[in-house]
């Protein structure tokens, strides 16, 4: 059997919670000791992000496996290959089509059996499981604090927060504007000439700065 280890770090401060580059290459050596397997090179990815595969290690490795070059792929922990539910299933496909093996040492993992296969698979529809619950929690809160008019975030311009920082309620000043804005466009005015207008009057945007026409279109827009 031939293996290749994988070790990956985005940050130089994951080196202080036991995932420094040495950390995982004692980890792999070891696990390929136990499988009794030749390690014959350890592909690293230094300060390199697990949000997609484009990464020069990880590219390295899909070459290995896709050319046949390799039986066993060996990680220190899962999320080292990918953080991504989806990308995780793509490689796990890819190492099964090509008859490799994935071991993580942190998950006592190895899908070179059928049992290490189910539970690889259990792992990711779970992590999908769990991404689309929260998505549709997320969901649910918004919606129901739209309909108390409980808003998250910035109030929408011509609005503030309540006192009880959960509701909105007009702010006199900035409805003043709209209304503003809204009479030159109704009586055919640009919308630079409208923010050319708000300038001359020297009126500013909730940031302080001078209108433009972009702005003036979002609140046209919005309304």
Known sequence: MRAFGYIRVSTDKQADKGLSL???REKIR????????ELADVIVDAGESAKNLDRPGMKRILDLVRGGDVDTVIVAKLDRLTRSVRDLADLLEVFQRKGVSLVSVAESLDTGSAAGRLVLNIMVSVSQWEREAIGERTRDALQLKRT???YLGN??????RAADQ???EPDRAEQAVLKRIHQLRQDGVSLRAIAAELNRRRLTTRRGSPWRMEYVARLLKAA
């Open 148 to 150: 108390r008019h409980e």
């Open 155 to 160: 109030a929408p311009y011509g609005c503030r």
């Open 30 to 37: 070891a696990m390929a000791v136990v499988h009794d397997t």
């Open 166 to 168: 959960q509701h909105i």
């Open 22 to 24: 040495d950390a995982q």
